[in-house]
């Protein structure tokens, strides 16, 4: 059974195959009819030339009946299976040759792509390497800077410190704030302790490092000019001076707890100096936030000298208040308990400072009723 199917389905390509050739010789022959009855002429030149032979109109339309009947005949002798394999297979040729043509326009793509990707990794062997010469540029100019910095840190402690020495003549005061430099000077300072406090707020250096020897050596030098009656006058008059006075009063409660003990000691020294100056007094008492961060100083503070110069520094806003308004906040934002637990502190300094500010205070309420 299976060759009679072998021989069947040879038997029908072979049939079709043929009824393709004789159609395809009818329409040869219908053609060349037609140019036939349109010239004689023509005609006689083309069987000469080419060696035709001539039919006649009834013989070639018993040969275009009988490729008709052949072709039906096939189609009859053709099972549905074979009818729709080659309808099947004239579609698959139309997928081929679709998948051939995207085939070869994704090949196209392809070389396009990978002469742009081939391009693309020159581009990037030279980033690569400008990338290179830009990085080691970097590290030589941040080991510059680093020297630099080095240099500049250790020269400006040296020189402050110098400056913190010779402020400690009166003299001296004089010369230094004639000069042309002393507001730049004042600016200097206040930024330069701004920026050290920003900077280390979670955990200062060691009071060794050049950096920290030069913040201290301005914050003294400041507290020196502050001791003296003209520098005091010179803070509380000019604008500059009053602007470092603000700064300093500022960072007080923003040096870590339990660090940076000598130059908070240093702003505060500095802040009593210039109370002693009325003029500075008037302008301490105006600061809103002053005396509840000098009461903070005194209760997270654990060092003897840090209290009792926040203590001297009360004592001296309570003994004269630039106002009723200030007498009020000085008795309601001091705490006369935390006075009486530092009048039983076992450091002389600090106990005799409580009780003189409690004193101070008492007077102030008696003399306000």
């Not at 100096?273 to 105006?286: D, E, M, R, Y």
Request: aromatic share 4%; hydrophobic share 40%; glycine share 4%.
């Amino acid at each position: 059974a299976m060759n009679d199917t072998k021989s069947e389905r040879t038997l029908a390509l072979e049939a079709l195959a043929l009824a393709k050739e004789v159609r395809t010789n009818l329409r040869d022959l219908m053609k060349e009819w037609y140019q036939t009855e349109e010239g004689v002429p023509l005609l006689s030149q083309a069987l000469a030339d080419q060696q035709l032979l001539l039919v006649h109109r009834t013989d070639l339309d018993k040969l275009a009946t009988e490729a008709m009947m052949l072709r039906e005949f096939v189609l009859k002798i053709l099972s549905p299976d074979y009818t729709s394999a080659l309808a099947k297979l004239t579609s698959t040729e139309q997928e081929l040759h679709r998948v051939t043509k995207d085939r070869n326009l994704l090949e196209s793509e392809k070389e396009q792509l990978a002469r742009k990707a081939e391009g693309l990794m020159v581009d990037f062997e030279q980033e690569k390497q400008e990338k290179s010469l830009v990085k080691n540029e970097l590290v030589a100019a941040t080991h510059q800077l680093a020297q630099q910095a080095e240099y500049c840190s250790t020269m400006g402690a040296s020189c402050s410190t110098l400056l913190w020495r010779v402020s400690k003549h009166e003299e001296s005061i004089h010369s230094l704030l004639s000069g042309s430099k002393v507001n730049e000077f004042f600016q200097l300072v206040g930024e330069t302790v701004t920026s050290y406090i920003s900077i280390y707020h979670e955990g200062f250096p060691s009071e060794e490092t050049e950096e920290t020897q030069f913040v201290l050596a301005l914050c003294g030098t400041v507290t020196n000019i502050a001791a003296s009656a003209y520098g005091r006058e010179y803070l509380s008059s000019s604008s500059c001076g009053l602007d470092l006075v603000d700064v300093l009063c500022g960072v007080l409660v923003d040096i870590p707890h339990g660090q940076g003990t000598k130059l908070k000691n240093l702003c505060l020294m500095a802040l009593y100096n210039v109370s002693i100056n009325q003029k500075g007094l008037t302008h301490l008492s105006l600061k809103p936030n002053l005396i509840g961060d000098l009461v903070w100083v005194l209760k997270e503070s654990r060092d003897v000298v840090t209290r009792q110069h926040a203590l001297r520094l009360l004592q001296s806003m309570v003994l004269e208040p630039a106002s009723e308004l200030v007498t009020q906040q000085l008795l309601r934002v001091i705490p006369l308990e935390l006075l009486h637990v530092l009048s039983s502190d076992p450091h002389h300094e600090v106990n005799t400072a409580a009780l003189e500010l409690m004193a101070d205070m008492q007077a102030l309420c008696s003399g306000t009723k």
